[in-house]
Nanobody, 115 residues
């Protein structure tokens, strides 16, 4: 059983920055593909960014050039650096771990971008 805990969300003005963290426990973090998802008001959950065990990354078109996903296997933690935030980035952000067909989700952290 893997436990994932997100942190770092909050209220930020348009153009601002936030850094989300996802701390993992209960498994071998370095063996998991990790990802950030988000679900905005009235919207479906969507993938924001993903990072493999080899630290290969992929981003949704909507966040390319603004968000950076990274991982620190020594700290069992994944990060999402979010710059140039826009009101449409407002959502609950979730982290997800994947090992083959087995997925685990965190509880989410709220990000609100508003002036």
């Amino acid at each position: 059983q893997v436990q994932l805990v997100e942190s770092g969300g909050g209220l930020v003005q348009p153009g601002g920055s936030l850094r989300l963290s996802c701390a993992a426990s209960g498994g071998i973090f370095s063996t998991y593909t990790m990802a950030w998802y988000r679900q905005g008001p009235g919207k479906q959950r969507e993938m924001v960014a993903r990072i493999t065990t080899a630290s290969t990354t992929i981003y949704a078109d909507s966040v390319k050039g603004r968000f950076t996903i990274s991982r620190d296997n020594a700290k069992n933690t994944m990060y999402l650096q979010m710059n140039g935030l826009k009101p449409e980035d407002t959502a609950v952000y979730y982290c997800k771990s994947s090992y083959g067909p087995i997925n685990y989700w965190g509880q989410g952290t709220q990000v609100t971008v508003s002036s």
